[in-house]
């Protein structure tokens, strides 16, 4: 089955280029070139990824990001001239599957579509209600329950009590959470994944008064269906 991306970029030359490009590896191809059109694109559900570009007329490629994310989770690689730690982390925190930094060799651009293609939810053969306690996710609709009380998590945040409930009962390292949640390229501390788990726990097992995500001293982070 031939995949569809959507490729949000106002520079036609290089627009053109990438097309032409993918077209060669068998992807079929939509452009837009202002992030206006490109949100109204990336919302109607005909794509499999797209190819996002930071520096966009109409809606920067964050806006568009920021907005996609309310309503899709469709996978997203953004494609920006800036390289700095700062506006990586940002990407990724919006809900930013990848980020590649032009000029980028083609062979890296394709390595990461397929990478980022590879992490989309198998329907058929995913569950896509997972829980643990009174705690309810829906993977779908991308919302999470505890007693039937809605939780609003960020998307780091739902990937990655989403990654714990896959697991549960088994303990994960933070290499391995870093890995599976924020990607192998990650740059950045093991602490990252310290910094969240106590965000999570603020929002469900502190507001609750739940014991749901135990430290395993030494180790690492497991969900376990334990009371207190």
């Not at 949100?39 to 005909?46: C, D, P």
């Not at 469709?74 to 940002?90: C, E, F, G, H, Y």
Request: proline share 2%; aromatic share 6%; charged share 30%.
């Amino acid at each position: 089955m031939e995949e569809h991306i959507l490729l949000v970029e106002d520079e036609e030359k290089l627009a053109r280029m990438v097309e032409l490009e993918l077209n060669y590896e068998g992807y079929q191809v939509e452009k837009a070139f202002d992030g206006r059109t490109g949100l109204e694109l990336a919302l109607s559900g005909r794509f499999d990824l797209v190819l996002l570009d930071i520096m966009l007329p109409a809606l920067s490629g964050m806006e568009v990001l920021r907005r996609l994310r309310r309503e899709s989770q469709i996978p997203v690689i953004m494609l920006t001239a800036r390289d700095t730690v700062v506006d990586k982390v940002s990407g990724l925190d919006m809900g930013a599957d990848d980020y590649v930094t032009k000029p980028f060799a083609t062979e890296e651009l394709l390595a990461r579509i397929r990478a980022a293609l590879r992490k989309r939810p198998d329907r058929a053969l995913s569950d896509a209600r997972l829980s643990a306690g009174p705690l309810v996710m829906d993977v779908d609709r991308h919302q999470v329950a505890v007693n039937g009380q809605s939780v609003a998590l960020t998307r780091k945040e739902f990937d990655l009590l989403h990654c714990l409930l896959e697991h549960k009962e088994k303990v994960l390292s933070r290499e391995t959470l870093l890995e599976q949640v924020w990607g192998f390229d990650f740059v950045g501390e093991t602490n990252t994944v310290d910094v969240y788990i106590r965000f999570l726990r603020s929002k469900l097992d502190e507001r609750f008064h739940i014991k749901l995500i135990h430290t395993i001293r030494g180790v690492g982070y497991v969900i376990r269906e334990e009371l207190s």
